[in-house]
């Protein structure tokens, strides 16, 4: 996806996907049937014209008056359209891990380094194994040094290969199913 793209619109506090702000747009100005068919952009414009509101320039209106157009680059991979609740950012939920219920941040940086080879399809290495099979880093301050030095590496190849991930007590990684 290109991150000039425009993917979402905020509208009178919320965000929404292209199918959905026109439906928004439509409980305040009449719009044609056919509207619905047409190009998104084509329908904003008009609905501008028709209401002095210069698109050009969005500093000159509110987001409460008229929407605004989101660039995939500011999404959020979690951002959800108000209307339909649907992902606007084409990121899909691909792993979830409880945190700090389930497991202390160790074993969340050894099950996350696992994950991410699971989802990158990469074989580790015996070193990398044994340091994520290893259960007494809190005893072993070089040991936890690495494995969270190895979370950092593994978040770098993540984000190369196109997915993100989001720490928040556990974690969620997000990617485009294939
Ligand atoms: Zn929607």
Do not use: H
Not at 14 to 24: A, L, Q, V
Not at 146 to 175: K, Q, S
Request: hydrophobic residues 40%.
């Amino acid at each position: 996806m290109n991150s000039a793209e425009i993917i979402a619109y905020t509208y009178r506090a919320d965000i929404y996907c292209p199918k959905c702000i026109i439906k928004e747009l439509a409980k305040r100005n009449p719009i044609s049937p056919a509207g619905f068919d047409m190009p998104v952009e084509d329908v904003l414009n008009q609905v501008a014209g028709a209401n002095g509101i210069d698109r050009g320039d969005e500093a000159t209106y509110d987001s409460d008056d008229f929407p605004k157009v989101v660039f995939a680059v500011y999404l959020e991979p979690s951002e959800v359209c108000g209307n339909c609740g649907n992902n606007l950012s084409g990121y899909d939920m691909l792993v979830i891990r409880e945190g700090a219920s389930q497991r202390t941040a160790d074993e969340g940086a050894a099950v996350f380094i696992s994950d991410s080879a699971d989802l990158l399809k990469v074989e580790l290495d015996d070193a990398t194994k044994n340091l994520i099979d290893f259960t007494g880093w809190l005893d072993n301050p070089d040991a936890e040094e690495a494995l969270f030095d190895l979370v950092t590496e593994w978040e770098g190849r993540l984000a190369d290969a196109g997915f993100v991930a989001v720490w928040d007590d556990g974690y969620i990684i997000y990617g485009r199913k294939p």
